[in-house]
């Protein structure tokens, strides 16, 4: 287990370290001038200057930073040591970029070597399985302690309640579609089945009471299924299909924020209950899907970094949003932001995720236990 938390922290510095390579690799390539370049943050451990740029490595291992003194906001825009707007603005892109970049290193190299992918239950395919995609708070399938990425095997009920049926009565069935789960619970709501589980290398069975009243959007048990297959494609095929993909992931992720922002202000809120999740969730999260295997640790990597790369454009001061926000207002004003007024948005926005943070992080660690 310990293995396993220190795999799950070292790639979540590993996408921060990335991150940040993403601006130094886009200023090097403006030749405008790196000042440091450092995996951690101080106190120092280890540097080297190579040219003009420091390298270092420093303590605390929790992320990166890079020193860039030509991309900071100066009140006279004719500063000989800033440079051009559109250098600043891409520089700034660079990091957000770098997530899409790891996303579809990532999927591709799983296409190549085999990831499951999901099918319709009409689809031909060889050893197919059904997946639980997400599991909805407070639900029975949350209640018995069913996870995401848990693949079922076969179902049973009680032989006194299958009533009319007594040659399946207590006996396990073998399933390859979704419509199989579905209708054997919809048969069976109020009364109690047992589903054969497969977490990992991990099989074993969990009691579950599906519910007789619900809403549409929660179902019986509160759970997303999905008909799923390993395949492979060569790697002309794999860059373009994960490009495709993340492309499209991104899409669905962006749409679904504006719903959760907006969409309970319309009547129109997510159709499951989504929460805000911090590091020590994610890591929970990421421990959860190392578990059942490597592909789909990668696979969770592959959402994570989507996520990090739309919520750094999201425009608070404190993030790469924030700053593309202050560089585009100086574009249309042809000057830069006020120093001060810049400095203090940045400290309040600081401020204000310092704060929801420890909410979130109090939430998770409450979850956990």
């Known amino acids: 287990m310990l293995l396993t938390i220190l795999i799950v922290f070292f790639s979540l510095i590993g996408l921060m370290v990335l991150h940040e390579l993403g601006h130094f690799l886009m200023a090097k390539q403006f030749k405008a001038k790196v000042e440091e370049f450092g995996i951690g943050?101080?106190?120092r451990i280890f540097s080297k200057k190579i040219g003009e740029t420091v390298y270092s490595l420093n303590l605390l291992p929790f992320g990166a930073f890079v020193k860039i003194p030509g991309m900071e906001t100066t009140e006279d825009s004719k500063a000989s040591?800033?440079?051009?707007?559109w250098k600043r603005i891409l520089v700034t892109l660079g990091g957000v970029i770098s997530f899409w970049v790891i996303a579809i290193v990532i999927l591709a190299t799983l296409l190549v070597i085999g990831v499951p992918e999901a099918f319709d239950d009409k689809a031909e395919v060889v050893?197919?399985?059904i997946q639980l995609l997400t599991i909805n708070v407070n639900s029975p399938a949350e209640k018995a302690g069913l996870k995401a990425g848990d693949i079922i095997l076969n179902q049973k009920s009680l032989p006194d309640r299958q009533a009319g049926l007594p040659a399946q009565a207590g006996k396990n069935q073998n399933i390859s579609?979704?419509?199989e789960v579905q209708e054997f619970i919809s048969a069976h709501k109020g009364?109690?089945?047992t589903l054969t589980i497969k977490r990992g290398k991990e099989i074993f069975e969990k009691k579950v009471i599906p519910r007789a009243s619900y809403s549409k959007e929660e179902g019986p048990l509160g759970i997303v299924l999905a008909r799923v297959a390993f395949v492979k494609y060569p790697i002309w095929q794999a860059i373009p299909k994960a490009t495709i993909s993340c492309f499209n992931l991104t899409k669905t992720i962006v749409l679904y924020l504006i719903q959760f922002l907006f969409g309970p202000l319309v009547g129109k809120p997510l159709p499951f209950k989504a929460e805000l999740m911090g590091p020590i969730?994610?890591?929970a999260l990421m421990v959860q899907f190392y578990q059942l295997g490597l592909s789909y640790f990668l696979q969770i990597l592959v959402v994570i970094s989507l996520h990090l790369a739309i919520f750094n454009l999201l425009p608070i001061p404190v993030l790469d949003g924030g700053r593309l926000l202050f560089l585009t207002i100086e574009g249309i004003r042809k000057k830069p932001v006020s120093q001060k007024i810049e400095r203090n948005m940045i400290a309040i926005s600081f401020v204000?995720?310092?704060i929801l943070s420890i909410f979130i992080a109090i939430k998770d660690v409450i979850k956990l236990f």
């Open 191 to 193: 009364e109690e089945i």
């Open 41 to 43: 943050y101080p106190p």
């Open 127 to 129: 050893n197919s399985q």
């Open 281 to 283: 969730g994610i890591g």
């Open 81 to 85: 040591n800033q440079e051009k707007l």
């Open 352 to 354: 204000f995720i310092l």
């Open 177 to 179: 579609k979704v419509t």
